[in-house]
């Protein structure tokens, strides 16, 4: 890992933050794991697990008015874009104090107070919403980007292919984020992609576009601000493909017979977090005390967001069909 | 009265009026689709829109209707009031996923954070020799799903008015314009006259049956009604006009008056809106019917290309005055 020529404008603060906040999503999925055995969170749940430098790398250099655009595996993006370990949790309690009112669950996060836009359960389904949002703001010339992430499954849907080529065309300040974790679903990239190296499908669309180690946190948040200070500046679109590998199954359910044990530990070894807890240790002076101690700070927060998720309350059947259409009130 | 300020438009001029009004009141508004701008709309309904308001007011979009229409979706989200033109309702079908899955559903699924202010036009219907991939009705399709509103236009004056009640809607509204309505003319009627867009209307007063019919269906429906009336059989003709909400009150106000009903609809008989419609009247008016509620819809087949075998396939007037005198009890 070669940090020291590019940590550029991060510092030893920096990057621990960086660590902490990766921390901060790896025990939080990890809980969830056990609440999901225990039946306290239900349905469909992905874990994050493996991928979190990506959400924490992008979002570092997001001002409050950006939007992002995410997945189903999107407990990571919610959490480093600010939003509370209590919504969240409490939406997968299925809870009033959820993010959604408890409505949509593990894969339907939604914020208006972080401009968080799902939370969409159909692969590639949110890049037409991406280009849609972007296209407003160039309209109302406000300054803002919308960053759209989605898994390497995606690149094989046609709104993908669409979005990109919608983006390109009419100029829209889209930060498109391709979490390459090798795996949709169960079928591995090379079985799935003519090109596995899917920067090139994008750059096809004349955007910029580039591969980064999905693995490498610093890397990661350098390209993000690099592609977002060129975006704010209107000159469109860009693409940036973070190879990454899914430590978890594709969900609760997956009992991963499509790959081998042998190649889930090689990829473990050079994880997001033991990475950085490594570099930080050899450069930085950091102890395995002080990751405890984030550890156990971070724990209390995850204790006190299931509490307050136990306590939530359950949305009145009465209140079924509501917001199914805006209430229009008459006088 | 004076008679000074009559206007005879076509259905074409009816809906142009329409969008170059909305395009002038609010700077939100625009329009996109598929050959809106420079060809002047597939139907010529946007024909000197582009002249008059630029193109990024009126914008012709590639061929990528998922993307296009979601991306009227994202800019709904974000604040704009697009009007999104999809050139058929056949072509619909490549954007179900952005209308079924985002359109309707975000709203609810967000726990009521977001809504979603978006029109969609699209032409439909049969009868132009297009054979049985440019001759669909599915309007019962979107009908079906919740979250969506669903107007079916069928006079010269509803072609006025009702896109602006749709634009002034807080959640996503279709408008199905029949194809063969577009040549129509007729005088417009005050827009005091006009009905809100969810209310059915009785086109033709009547006390023997009523006869219940939308969009492209309307003209022939009532030409029926004459035949019968010269007959001496009084049919009351109700355009629905929303399919859905649908405007119960109005079709169980007239049950109660008539006793009978037979729907006519374009669309296939096998779970189609008659069968919506017909299993309703059944829950909510059993008591009120002197006979079996009978339906005429397009024969179950693909649309074929010869003339008599697509007005074969087609509802026809006959079709209808046959149907009414196999009542029990009318003739």
Redesign the interface.
């Known amino acids: 890992m070669s940090l020291q020529d590019k940590k550029l404008h991060l510092g030893k603060n920096d990057l621990r933050e960086l660590l902490y906040k990766m921390l901060r999503i790896r025990l939080f999925e990890e809980r969830c794991a056990e609440l999901y055995t225990q039946e306290k969170i239900r349905g469909f749940l992905h874990l994050y697990i493996g991928e979190e430098a990506i959400a924490v790398g992008i979002c570092q250099s997001l001002l409050s008015d950006d939007r992002l655009v995410c997945t189903y595996r999107e407990h990571g993006h919610a959490l480093a874009r600010g939003m509370s370990m209590t919504e969240v949790m409490a939406e997968m309690f299925g809870r009033t104090n959820g993010c959604s009112r408890g409505r949509g669950g593990s894969m339907h996060l939604f914020s208006a107070e972080h401009n968080f836009y799902g939370g969409n359960a159909i692969v590639a389904g949110g890049l037409p919403l991406a280009v849609g949002m972007a296209l407003a703001d160039k309209k109302l010339n406000r300054d803002r980007v919308t960053c759209c992430f989605f898994g390497e499954g995606a690149v094989a849907e046609g709104e993908f292919h669409e979005s990109l080529n919608l983006a390109v065309l009419w100029k829209l300040p889209i930060l498109f984020i391709c979490e390459n974790n090798l795996y949709a679903m169960g079928t591995a990239l090379e079985r799935s992609e003519s090109e596995t190296e899917l920067y090139r499908k994008a750059a096809s669309y004349s955007m910029p576009a580039k591969y980064v180690d999905g693995m490498n946190v610093v890397e990661i948040e350098i390209a993000a601000k690099q592609a977002l200070d060129e975006i704010r500046l209107g000159q469109g679109p860009q693409f940036l493909e973070c190879r990454c590998y899914r430590f978890k199954g594709h969900s609760m359910f997956d009992t991963q017979l499509y790959r081998g044990k042998e190649e889930v530990e090689k990829w473990l070894d050079k994880g997001p977090i033991v990475q950085l807890v490594q570099w930080l240790s050899d450069n930085y002076d950091l102890t395995a005390e002080e990751v405890d101690d984030m550890k156990q700070r971070i724990n209390l927060e995850i204790d006190a967001a299931v509490a307050e998720s136990e306590q939530g309350e359950l949305e009145p059947v009465s209140d079924l069909l509501k917001d199914v259409y805006t209430e229009v009130t008459h006088g | 009265m004076a008679e000074s300020t009559q206007v005879t438009l076509t259905y074409r001029e009816a809906v142009r009026e329409a969008l170059r009004e909305a395009l002038e009141k609010d700077p939100r508004v625009?329009l996109m689709g598929e050959d809106v701008g420079r060809y002047g709309g597939c139907y010529a309904v946007s024909k000197g829109l582009i002249d008059q308001f630029g193109e990024?007011r009126v914008m012709d979009?590639?061929l990528?209707e998922?993307?296009?229409?979601?991306?009227?979706?994202?800019?709904?989200?974000?604040?704009?009031r697009?009007i999104v033109e999809v050139m058929t309702v056949n072509f619909s079908l490549l954007a179900l996923?952005?209308i079924v899955?985002?359109a309707a559903t975000?709203?609810?699924?967000?726990?009521?954070?977001?809504?979603i202010p978006l029109v969609i036009r699209m032409a439909t219907g049969a009868g132009r020799q297009l054979a049985a991939q440019h001759s669909h009705s599915l309007e019962c399709w979107y009908a079906h799903v919740?979250?969506l509103?669903v107007l079916t236009p069928a006079t010269i004056s509803d072609a006025r008015y009702v896109l602006e009640m749709a634009l002034h809607d807080?959640?996503p509204v279709i408008i199905f314009e029949h194809v063969m309505l577009y040549n129509e003319e007729a005088e417009l009627l005050p827009k005091e006259q006009i009905a809100a867009m969810d209310k059915a209307v009785i086109r033709r007063a009547g006390q023997d049956l009523s006869l219940i019919t939308y969009g492209g269906s309307l003209g022939k429906t009532l030409v029926a009604a004459d035949q019968l009336a010269s007959e001496g059989i009084n049919a009351e003709v109700i355009d629905l006009r929303c399919l859905r909400p649908l405007d119960k009150t109005t079709l169980l106000e007239s049950l109660s008056r008539t006793h009978r009903a037979v729907l006519v609809d374009e669309s296939w008989k096998t779970g189609g809106m008659a069968a919506e419609i017909s299993a309703m009247l059944m829950e909510e008016a059993f008591w009120d019917l002197d006979a079996p509620v009978l339906r005429v819809c397009s024969q179950e087949v693909p649309i074929p290309y010869p003339e008599h075998l697509e007005r074969a396939a087609l509802p026809q007037v006959a079709d209808i005055i046959a149907a009414v005198k196999s009542l029990p009890g009318v003739l």
Request: proline letters at 10%; charged letters at 10%; aromatic letters at 8%.
């Open positions: 625009f990024d979009t590639p990528s998922s993307g296009f229409v979601g991306a009227g979706v994202g800019a709904a989200l974000a604040g704009m697009p996923d952005q899955n985002n975000i709203r609810h699924m967000s726990g009521g954070q977001f809504n919740p979250g509103k807080p959640d």
